[in-house]
């Protein structure tokens, strides 16, 4: 298994300009989430889905639109990017099976809003 | 909604010393806790997580975790540690159907 993947790496936008950040697992985890990690802020949640075709907002939402279309991929879209969404960006999924459920996380996307 | 503080936000310790880093979360009931690492350039691993029973948890790498209820508290300790212990150290707590993080503690410690 693959784990939790996501694409870009490293990613550089101007303001105003739209991307798609990529995160699929292999792991049939019905549970998915974004996070963004600040310094002094730790991990805030932007949008989670517990299952295709379901989302929902966390604690910093705007800006951010996401989609569950398939099981696998939880795509974060940026529609226009400002200097404030520069950050490091980390997709996490987790099974739903009641109270034994463990988040595992994708290396990180490192985005820089000029 | 549930919010987790942890009050260390830097510690800096020398190797074999013992370490213990606050976790508070905000209100009882039923809760889940873990405490998740990030090595410098790395993600997040998780470290131990409390769901039910003892309330002292056994991790990974020698670390471990004591759930006092009547504190809300989840501190992680090690008794001694390593150079390679440098990382942030996050504690989180799962709200319904979301893990609510704190803000990091990152500990350096020195050879």
């Known amino acids: 298994n693959a784990g939790v993947t996501q694409t870009p790496k490293f990613q550089v936008l101007k303001t105003g300009q739209s991307m798609t950040l990529q995160c699929a697992q292999d792991?049939?985890?019905?549970?998915m989430s974004w996070y963004r990690q600040d310094p002094g802020m730790g991990l805030r949640l932007i949008h989670y889905?517990?299952?295709?075709?379901?989302?929902d907002q966390g604690e910093v939402p705007n800006g951010y639109n996401v989609s569950r279309s398939t099981t696998e991929d939880f795509p974060l879209r940026l529609l226009s990017a400002a200097p404030s969404q520069t950050s490091v960006y980390f997709c996490?999924?987790?099974?739903?099976?009641?109270?034994?459920?463990?988040?595992?996380f994708g290396p990180g996307t490192r985005l820089l809003v000029l | 909604a549930q919010s987790v503080s942890q009050h260390n936000h830097h510690v800096i310790l020398s190797e074999a010393a013992s370490l213990e880093l606050g976790c508070n979360y905000s209100?009882?009931?039923?809760?889940?806790l873990f405490w998740y690492v990030q090595y410098p350039g790395q993600h997040l691993q998780l470290l131990l997580k409390?769901?039910?029973?003892?309330?002292l948890v056994k991790g990974i790498k020698g670390f471990e975790a004591e759930f006092i209820k009547s504190k809300f508290s989840f501190n992680l300790r090690k008794p001694s540690v390593q150079w390679s212990d440098t990382a942030e150290y996050f504690c989180?707590?799962?709200?319904?159907?979301?893990?609510?993080f704190g803000t990091g503690t990152r500990l350096q410690v020195f050879p």
């Open positions: 996490a999924s987790s099974a739903l099976t009641g109270s034994q459920e463990t988040q595992y």
């Open positions: 792991m049939n985890h019905e549970y």
């Open positions: 889905s517990v299952g295709a075709g379901i989302t």
């Open positions: 209100y009882g009931g039923t809760v889940n």
């Open positions: 409390y769901f039910s029973g003892d309330p």
């Open positions: 989180a707590v799962k709200d319904t159907d979301k893990l609510i």
